[in-house]
Structure formats: structure tokens, C-alpha cells
């Protein structure tokens, strides 16, 4: 990896960059859709991934466990942009496919559980 004349870095040719090694779906019109599933510890934010890994209802699981106003949609945030989120969790969201879901990701508000929807 090198940098370029103003300092930034660049992908040299068969390198990956830190967390790009992964793409995620393409976003449109830079917006996306997710829904998540918000809890203030770590150890819930894990439980709750094994259940869904199991195959456990995300929606309901958000309805009955989330500390987001969005557990009444499911978790259901509908489409954002890049500003309208923190940094973690749009990061985090864009390297999903439409349909995959995360392993807990942590914010200023707690851990997160992303579910891609669009």
C-alpha cells in the first residue's frame, strides 16, 4: 500500500485496504435500508445474534427486545443516508448484502444488530 502526492492512501494492485477486503450491496442514489436491533450490552447484542442465527425472527426479536423507538416497525429504519447515522453503524451497514445481517456492532448507543434490507 503507498500513498499518493497528497498523502492519501491507495490500493496497490492484488492489496486490501483495512475492511474492504468485503463488499457489501451496492447503494443507490446513496441511500440504503436496514432494520437493527438495539441493546445496551454486549452479551444481549451476542444472544440475540445466536437466536436469529438459529433462526429465530429478527422482527419479533426486535419487537421484544430493542431499546430503539424502531422495535414498533421491527426495527425497521427505512432508507438513510450516510449522515443520518454514526459513522459505526453506516459503516458497518454497507459492507451487508440485502439480506445478510451483522454480528453486533457498537455505537454511542449501544450494540447494534443490522439487518440490509435495500
Not at 441493546?39 to 444481549?44: A, H, S
Not at 423507538?69 to 458497518?92: H, Q, T
Request: net charge positive; aromatic share 8%; with cysteine.
Amino acid at each position: 500500500m503507498g500513498k499518493n502526492k497528497y498523502g492519501k492512501q491507495y490500493k496497490a494492485k492484488g492489496q486490501n485496504l483495512k475492511g474492504s477486503d468485503r463488499k457489501g450491496s451496492p447503494i443507490k442514489g446513496g441511500k440504503m435500508k436496514a432494520s437493527h436491533i438495539l441493546v445496551e450490552k454486549f452479551t444481549k447484542a451476542q444472544e440475540i445474534y445466536e437466536n436469529i442465527k438459529a433462526g429465530d425472527n429478527f422482527e419479533q426479536l426486535a419487537h421484544q427486545h430493542s431499546i430503539c423507538p424502531s422495535k414498533k416497525r421491527g426495527g425497521n429504519l427505512g432508507e438513510f443516508g450516510k449522515g443520518d447515522m454514526v459513522a459505526e453503524f453506516w459503516n458497518a451497514t454497507t459492507k451487508l448484502k440485502i439480506g445478510e445481517i451483522s454480528l453486533p456492532v457498537k455505537s454511542t448507543y449501544g450494540y447494534h444488530i443490522i439487518k440490509r434490507t435495500g
